[in-house]
């Protein structure tokens, strides 16, 4: 039941928003510690803006980011759900206050696939769902969100690639998953790339979407793709990680 849900690691990172129209000394320096990868001096900067602005949802969001970003610096299994809860509470309450921004909405998607690793059985699957649930609504407010194709794309791969006794398990107990394939999981992947052609998370994501559909000639060279593009994102180097040892797979 490992591979139930993607463990979206952070993917946060990659999530883009709207701060407040009054610009803010403490937001502007928290932006640029996000910037260079340093999401703990981040984390402290937002939340002292988040003191000085209460209930504003881009700090919420970008608070959320944060706890997320963090998990990929500790090793501590508590530590990580730990963080993964605290940027559940905090894309919650961004979420409420802004029900329509597709970053708030798919920060739940994403937080919900990170909860995952830390869950039992029943919860993991309800967590899978509301993945999906939550992917499906941000991508219905902005259609060319490239991060809510990416979790789409990867949400189809992990569930279709469950085997089939572990599929039916699902189905009789907990009654079940949302339909999904590989072909979409490679359709949802090749439009995120698309769309943001210079994030390599995407091709990494893409990459895997093709192995799981039986195309690994077109999935090396995914996998090669993003390894040649800039870092950009502090989840790059473990997507990169996972990109090598799949081609080490591949040769």
């Not at 610096?73 to 559940?88: N, S």
């Not at 789409?152 to 699902?170: F, I, K, Q």
């Not at 698309?194 to 990459?207: D, I």
């Not at 993003?226 to 180097?237: G, H, I, S, V």
Request: net charge positive; hydrophobic share 45%.
């Amino acid at each position: 039941m490992r591979r139930l849900v993607p463990i979206f690691l952070a993917l946060a990172a990659g999530l883009a928003g709207q701060p407040a129209a009054a610009p803010d000394p403490l937001v502007a320096a928290a932006l640029a510690a996000e910037a260079r990868f340093d999401s703990k001096a981040a984390l402290q900067l937002f939340l002292q803006a988040g003191a000085a602005h209460p209930n504003d949802p881009f700090i919420l969001q970008k608070l959320s980011r944060q706890y997320s970003d963090l998990t990929l610096d500790t090793a501590d299994l508590a530590e990580k759900k730990r963080l993964c809860t605290a940027a559940l509470d905090c894309a919650r309450q961004a979420a409420a206050l802004a029900p329509r921004d597709p970053v708030n909405v798919l920060s739940l998607a994403i937080c919900y696939g990170k909860l995952a690793a830390y869950a039992g059985t029943r919860p993991k699957i309800e967590y899978s769902r509301l993945v999906k649930r939550y992917a499906d609504e941000a991508l219905a407010l902005d259609p060319d969100y490239a991060y809510a194709h990416h979790v789409l794309g990867r949400w189809n791969y992990e569930v279709a690639s469950l085997g089939p006794t572990t599929r039916w398990l699902v189905r009789l107990v907990y009654g079940g998953l949302p339909d999904a394939s590989t072909a979409e999981a490679v359709r949802q992947l090749r439009r995120a790339v698309a769309l943001s052609p210079g994030l390599p998370a995407h091709r990494v994501e893409l990459g895997f979407a093709l192995l799981a559909d039986g195309q690994p000639d077109a999935a090396r060279r995914a996998f090669q793709e993003a390894l040649a593009l800039p870092r950009r994102e502090k989840y790059d180097e473990e997507a990169w990680r996972r990109a090598r040892e799949a081609l080490a797979k591949l040769r």
